[in-house]
């Protein structure tokens, strides 16, 4: 392609970057025909990711190198960089904090964090500012901090991500965040890695390995039955496999709650080749850490999965998509993944099986849209993170165009079970509707927050009492039931059974399995801003009803939050955005972007606030 | 394989039992039945993106409406193109879209919001126009919060950084049809793309270079696709900033650019025996409806060089 | 087009000097056809391809046979084809022997892996194109240029079908047209002969006189007869020859040697300074009406979006008023009478009134009839069985190089081209305001440069065997070793054609503007 580049250079650190990336042989001819270009645009976001945790930000050099290596149009390359809220365009600080001021922090007092690190360290990044050029000192000016949407820490909110840029860069997302240990760890002295808090009720199916064998260790998963699922799986043969699923009723928990056995049953069918499988570990849902958690905890049980779904789906490749603020989950795949191919549980033949498949592990950079299922595709290809119009469903034309099975992390994890003991055996527990376990992000005011397995049917009371209630001195007000897309529910509902019929029927929605609890000494109409606000943020802005609906929808509430009215007088304007939104987006994002709002509205709850 | 060998479908759209060709859209189907179904990001010489959602329709069955210019039909559809659920989206989302992108130079715009009944104004006072670079150095997934009583817009200052078209994106509705034509549907330059997120989603160049300093060839294709007036020849803007535009006075004449050997279609819209527009006829077999900044700006010499006398 | 799978661009840079052609290649390089690019510059067209031979100028033919050694060393041809409509295949076949992929490479130093695999792939598509421009016909050999190719599309049988076939990409506007319409030497109207007798009397009754039944000169011999001052009395209409000349020098020469001459055209060209007499003309395509016809052979309508200036007229008019001096008043004096005229005397026209070309937005000839909607490909004959008409003729074609041979006194070959914004010598587009800078510049590759000693941006002195100038350095990885490059654009500023050579194809008249012998030197 006959690309125009411009004639900015790259500092050494920035070049050896990507090279160390894209390796250095090709010098800095781009790949050579169409087809070749083609294909290297998938890595441009790896290549931003090199660039950013290398120096800190994306220079002009920078991008302007990636473009020359992969040629990728400069200006798409920039489009791409400046759609990713962890890709700074401007220069900054190697070392960097994110700060949650979303939901849950907020209602832990993220706000008295960020108003102590404004007195600390300035004002917040909030742009205004140029793009530039990078000097080779390398010297990071600008903003220190930047607020940030949920962090998937809100069992120990408030929280908070750094990066420090380098050659060997180091992030760290921690809870408990005050602006002490968010210093402290600017400076290089990150506190202490916790385990997140994970208890049960009945069987332990998907957190049977968590906090219980070494994370790091292949030896320790396998003594813990790991790959027993695998060897089974080429017992049954892809069929069996096929049927098993099927048969066990298992639907994703990514929030759409499609049947699994049917997913798989469409790609293996599907006549276009190759067929991919993706692991959508980009949870960025505000409330939900349950998949972190899994991640985290047990990471060669994602490996396995994902092997079993590419073997049951006629896949050879599986890409693993990891939202960016999750260090610590990066750092224990890739490990896995390494530990698994060296294992020869990756790779050619695997088990001697004749079976062939490979993981390849993408970081997100920021954008909770990218885990919409049709952007997460579009961000692997190096496009921007914009969903695409279904049908056609990923089954038929998904990653690279092809045959697709995307499945959330949890939903790979129950597959584990289902292959190793049979559908049979998963059905016995849950209900008839929703067989098996699930696991539920209860935080907010309770006792012990953290991830609960429960079987489906256990009541919210029952969970909540898990959880050891709400905190003494405490009143419940309204919990928020499956994320900002999800909704919110009154304390007379308590009773409801958690399965995806029962919540259903309620007019109400398990979403990703998020229970938020709030008290009544939170104002919840600045919470229900701050879900406007955050729809608004995340909406990736390609149709008009989300990218200005979900504006109008702030401001309407930023209208009632500052007494120039009230939500009953608003109250015909949210309906009809409610209305186009839901109706007349292209995905899921501005679909929901109303129902938490609306929900609470529904229930009456915030009267008494105006 | 030819259109023609493709087989047919039947589906319903509005009551009525219709035919079309499998693998058409909704859009084409309604169009072939008589159908008027408004469209703001569809032309028929590009891909569709359907990101304006002017054009939804009902699908019975279906959770949400359908963007009609894209979806195909299938046999035993049941389409409604007037609903309710129907009219009311596409009232709102033209009451969205006037409420934040000035949209007075698009007529199709001024016809819809008439037969909608939108009123753009309903979601309050417009916000100030935000001043040069302020829009362009937003950071992703960040603004500032406002108090709400002033509906905020995509207003800012025109760019005019060449002698042959501006761009003025306070009228930008990002219907993504200039990135397409300067990319892979017709020029595949890529001078400009989109860049930023969400309300702050913008077309740009790398940097916000100005277009001399881009990949920009002045082909003005992208101009030749915007249906808001955001991209505007310098020549139609000049005028307009004088007060001397004048379309009663304009005729539109189609003949061949004079350059080189493609033969390009153009039509001259020409104002007081002065070419004042380029374009090209998107359904010419020649060009698409594109052109290359020969025939697109270099009628110039007809008007500027000394002419024997 | 958009349906071939490999398209061969031959000497030609679409993307910059036919842009919107270039629209359609990429629409089927995108639908995942393979494009190669053969030219002595990686230009941005060879960009997007998948090979890009950039072979030594002038070695065009020797490659072409390359190619066609490939594919019947590979076995590749289609013999069905060979045997069934084509003639002189034996001939061909040993005009190859000489010519083996490893000799060839050497000649034109180009890959011979590349080679094999444009040969490979080109021969067993099913549906494959050749196109080229200029850098194949501005050449002293000009039409063996042209007739290797061919060749190459008769021995895989890539013509006269859908997706595949031979396209010359004209440099103008109607080049194709002014020939349909008998611009040239030896035709009359629709490519018939002027000395056929049968032919040239239906054109007489029509008109009511006589018309001259001997071939008349194409370009080069007119300028030949003015050297030798046989003509002396030229009237051009709408060409600026004072500077489009290959050897500018001796062009000028001969047409100040001229007693007369008449300019008809829009603007004050240099040649229009130099006339005794100058017909403002209005230009053609916006101040009148007619019909152009494009490289597809599509015959399109112009028409008047804006009045003339000042005296201007139209050429139609001129030439009825002209030749009612003269003494014959013409029939027919609208664009549409004449046309109709002659779509009564030219057969291939016949079924194109102004509403047809209108309704169709354009007819590509052979269009006979009112029942034809016209040809979008020519030659689908040689598909039938038995092969209905003459057969298609291989006519072997031997490597000769260029004619202004490398020395160690210009040691250095120049080739010239054009840009994308600009067209020829400038004078339609050098008065737009195109936003990017843009002046004369000599590229040289990056070696060259440092064995010279030379720097970005430094003035040099370009010297070859006829003249010299003067223009600042522009290195350009995208040459080669030995390769310079200048277009011919800015003639008042550094007139190119100095230093071009004016060998000539003897059979079409197009002169050897891409390949002169020079030397680059310092200034002072
Ligand atoms: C805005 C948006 C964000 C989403 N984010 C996630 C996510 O972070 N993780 C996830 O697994 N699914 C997410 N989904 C759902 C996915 O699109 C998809 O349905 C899911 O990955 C399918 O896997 P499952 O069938 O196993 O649930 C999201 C959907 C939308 C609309
Ligand atoms: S609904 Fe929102 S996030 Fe989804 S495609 Fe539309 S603008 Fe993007
Ligand atoms: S003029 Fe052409 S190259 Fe420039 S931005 Fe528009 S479409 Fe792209
Ligand atoms: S500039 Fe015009 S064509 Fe481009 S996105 Fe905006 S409105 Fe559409
Ligand atoms: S980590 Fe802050 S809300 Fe989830
Ligand atoms: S016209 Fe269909 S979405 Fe814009």
């Known amino acids: 392609m006959d690309l125009r580049h411009h004639d900015v250079l790259p500092t050494a650190a920035e070049r050896s970057a990507v090279d160390a990336l894209l390796g250095v042989e090709a010098g800095d001819a781009p790949p050579a025909g169409f087809a070749a270009v083609r294909d290297a645009r998938t890595l441009l976001l790896p290549a931003l990711h090199a660039l950013q945790s290398s120096v800190g930000w994306v220079s002009r050099g920078g991008l302007d190198y990636v473009c020359r290596r992969l040629g990728v149009p400069p200006a798409e390359a920039f489009g791409v960089a400046s759609f990713y809220a962890l890709f700074s365009l401007v220069q900054r600080p190697q070392a960097f904090a994110h700060v949650c001021d979303d939901i849950a922090c907020t209602a832990a007092g993220a706000e008295k964090v960020c108003s102590e690190l404004e007195r600390k360290l300035g004002a917040p990044a909030s742009g205004h500012a140029k793009t530039g050029t990078a000097h080779e000192d390398g010297a990071g000016h600008g903003p220190r901090w930047a607020r940030s949407p949920c962090l998937g820490l809100c069992e120990r909110a408030p929280a908070a991500l750094v990066t420090i840029a380098g050659a060997e860069p180091k992030d760290c997302a921690f809870g408990a965040a005050t602006a002490s240990r968010i210093e402290a760890a600017l400076a290089g002295s990150p506190p202490r890695i916790e385990e997140a808090y994970v208890a049960s009720s009945g069987p332990r199916r998907l957190l049977a390995r968590v906090g219980v064998a070494d994370p790091a260790s292949l030896a320790a998963y396998r003594a813990h039955r790991g790959y027993e699922a695998l060897a089974r799986a080429f017992e049954l043969g892809a069929e069996g496999v096929l049927r098993e699923v099927t048969e066990s009723k298992l639907v994703g928990r990514g929030g759409a709650a499609f049947p699994t056995g049917r997913k798989w049953e469409a790609v293996a069918r599907a006549t276009a080749r190759p067929h991919y499988v993706v692991c959508n570990a980009d949870e960025s849902e505000p409330g939900t850490f349950k998949d972190r958690v899994l991640l985290e905890g047990d990471p060669f049980a994602v490996v396995e999965a994902m092997t079993i779904a590419g073997y049951a789906t006629g896949s050879q490749r599986g890409y693993l998509y990891l939202r960016g603020e999750y260090p610590l989950a990066l750092e224990r795949l890739s490990h896995a993944i390494e530990s698994a191919r060296a294992g020869g549980l990756l790779g050619a033949n695997i088990l001697g099986s004749g079976f062939a498949f490979d993981i390849e592990l993408r970081r997100g950079a920021g954008a909770y849209i990218c885990g919409e299922e049709t952007a997460l595709f579009n961000s692997i290809e190096g496009l921007r993170g914009e969903p695409r119009n279904k049908p056609p469903f990923p089954a038929q034309v998904g990653l690279f165009g092809r045959p697709t099975a995307v499945n959330n992390v949890e939903t790979l994890v129950a597959v584990l079970d289902i292959v190793r003991d049979g559908a049979a055996s998963y059905t016995s527990v849950g209900t008839a509707g929703s067989p098996g376990t699930k696991l539920f992000c209860v935080s907010g005011s309770v006792v012990r927050p953290g991830v609960y397995e429960v079987p489906f049917g256990t009541r919210l009371d029952a969970l909540l009492a898990l959880a050891g209630g709400v905190l003494p001195g405490k009143t419940m007000r309204t919990i928020l039931l499956g994320g900002a897309a999800g909704g919110f529910v009154g304390r007379d509902q308590l009773s409801l059974p958690l399965s995806f019929e029962d919540t259903r029927k309620a007019g109400t929605t398990l979403g990703s399995g998020v229970v938020l609890v709030f008290d009544d000494e939170t104002p919840m109409v600045p919470i229900l801003r701050r879900i406007a606000a955050f729809f608004r943020d995340e909406s990736c802005g390609q149709c008009i009803p989300c990218r200005v609906g979900t504006v109008r929808q702030e401001e309407l509430l930023s209208r009632v939050v500052n007494g120039r009215s009230t939500l009953q007088g608003e109250l015909p304007l949210l309906k009809d955005l409610g209305q186009v939104m839901r109706d007349a987006s292209i995905c899921g994002l501005g679909q929901t972007a109303s129902s938490a709002i609306e929900s609470a509205v529904a229930l009456g709850l915030f009267e008494d606030e105006r | 394989m030819n259109e023609s060998s493709r087989g047919e479908v039947e589906f319903t759209l509005d009551g009525r039992s219709v035919k079309a060709r499998e693998g058409e859209t909704i859009h084409a189907a309604c169009r072939s039945a008589g159908i008027d179904t408004p469209t703001l990001c569809w032309a028929e010489n590009l891909t569709p993106v359907n990101v304006c959602r002017v054009c939804v329709v009902e699908v019975e069955g279906a959770r949400v409406l359908a963007p009609s210019c894209s979806r195909k039909v299938e046999a035993g559809m049941v389409v409604h193109t007037d609903s309710p659920r129907v009219r009311s989206s596409r009232k709102l989302v033209l009451e969205l879209l006037g409420s934040s992108v000035d949209m007075s130079l698009s007529t199709d715009f001024a016809d819809y919001a008439k037969r909608y009944g939108a009123e753009p104004g309903r979601f309050g006072p417009r916000a100030q126009p935000s001043a040069a670079g302020v829009r362009e150095s937003a950071l992703p997934g960040h603004h500032e919060v406002g108090d709400g009583t002033r509906a905020a817009t995509v207003g800012q200052p025109t760019k005019v950084d060449n002698d042959l078209f501006v761009r003025d994106y306070d009228k930008c509705m990002l219907c993504y049809k200039c990135v397409e034509a300067c990319g892979s549907d017709a020029q595949n330059t890529f001078a400009i793309a989109v860049a930023g997120r969400g309300f702050d989603a913008r077309i740009a160049t790398e940097h916000e270079t100005p277009l001399p300093d881009s990949a920009c060839v002045f082909c003005g294709n992208c101009v030749g696709v915007c249906p808001t007036g955001a991209l505007m020849f310098k020549a139609e803007h000049d005028l307009r900033e004088a007060g001397k535009w004048d379309e009663s006075k304009q005729t539109e004449t189609d003949t061949i650019c004079s350059y080189c050997g493609v033969g390009c279609v153009l039509t001259l819209r020409v104002q007081d025996n002065k070419i004042v527009r380029v374009t090209s006829p998107s359904d010419s077999s020649v060009t698409g409806g594109h052109l290359c900044v020969k025939g697109r700006f270099g009628f110039k010499f007809v008007e500027e060089s000394p002419r024997a006398p | ?524």
């Open chain 3, 1 to 524: 087009m958009e349906e071939a799978q490999v398209i061969l661009l031959w000497g030609s840079n679409a993307r910059e000097t036919h842009p919107i052609f270039f629209h359609h290649v990429l629409k089927a390089v995108r639908r995942g056809a393979k494009l190669y690019v053969i030219d002595p510059r990686r230009t941005p067209t060879a960009e997007w391809s998948e090979g890009w031979a950039g072979l030594d100028v002038g070695t065009d033919i020797a490659l072409a046979n390359g190619v066609g050694r490939a594919i019947l060393d590979a076995g590749l041809e289609n013999r069905k084809f060979i045997a069934n409509a084509t003639e002189g295949f034996d001939a061909y076949r040993a005009t190859l022997e000489r010519y083996d992929v490893e000799r060839v490479s050497t000649i034109t130093r180009v890959d011979a892996e590349l080679i094999c695999r444009m040969a490979r792939d080109f021969a067993s598509a099913e549906r494959a194109m050749i196109c080229w421009t200029l850098g194949i016909t501005e050449h002293h050999n000009a039409v063996d240029n042209v007739l290797s190719l061919i060749n190459l599309a008769l021995l895989t049988g890539h013509v006269g079908k859908w997706g595949s076939g031979l396209n010359p990409l004209r440099g103008q506007n109607n080049v194709q047209g002014g020939g349909d319409m008998g611009a040239l030497p030896h035709k009359l109207t629709g490519f018939q002969d002027v000395e056929d007798d049968v032919l040239r009397s239906r054109f007489e009754a029509v008109w009511g006189c006589k018309i001259p039944p001997k071939n008349g000169w194409h370009l080069t011999e007119m300028f030949a007869a003015m050297g030798r001052r046989e003509l002396t009395a030229l009237y051009v209409i709408g060409e600026n020859p004072a500077q489009s000349e290959a050897d500018s020098t001796h062009a000028l020469h001969c047409l100040e040697g001229l007693e007369h001459l008449i300019v008809q055209d829009i603007v004050m060209t240099k040649t229009a300074e130099m006339a005794d007499v100058v017909l403002p003309a209005s230009a053609s395509w916006c101040e009148s009406e007619g019909t152009v016809t494009n490289s597809e052979r599509r015959v399109q309508r112009v028409r008047r979006a804006l009045n003339p200036p000042g005296s201007a007229r139209d050429d139609i008019e001129i030439l009825c008023d002209l030749s009612s001096r003269l003494g014959y008043d013409m029939k027919a004096r609208t664009p549409e009478a004449l046309w109709d005229e002659l779509r009564t005397l030219s057969p291939m026209h016949g079924g194109m009134s102004y509403p047809r070309l209108e309704a169709l937005g354009g007819i590509q000839w052979p269009c006979p009839d009112e029942s034809s909607v016209g040809s979008p490909f020519l030659h689908g004959r040689l598909w039938e069985t038995p092969v209905r008409g003459p057969r298609a003729a291989f006519h072997p074609a031997e490597d000769e190089g260029p004619v202004d041979k490398l020395t160690s006194e210009f040691p250095l070959r120049l080739t010239t081209g054009r840009r994308l914004d600009s067209y020829n010598t400038g004078v339609q587009s050098g008065s737009f305001a195109w936003p990017m800078e843009r002046r004369e510049t000599v590229g040289i590759f990056p070696s060259d440069a440092a064995r010279l000693g030379l720097r970005d941006g430094e003035r040099v002195r370009v010297v070859s065997r006829r003249g010299s100038i003067e223009a600042p350095v522009r290195l350009d990885d995208r040459l080669k070793p030995g390769l310079v490059f200048m277009t011919m654009h800015f003639p008042d500023e550094v007139d190119t054609n100095l230093l071009t050579i004016d060998a000539t194809d003897p059979r079409s008249g197009t002169a050897e503007f891409k390949a002169a012998a020079i030397r680059v030197e310092k200034v002072g």
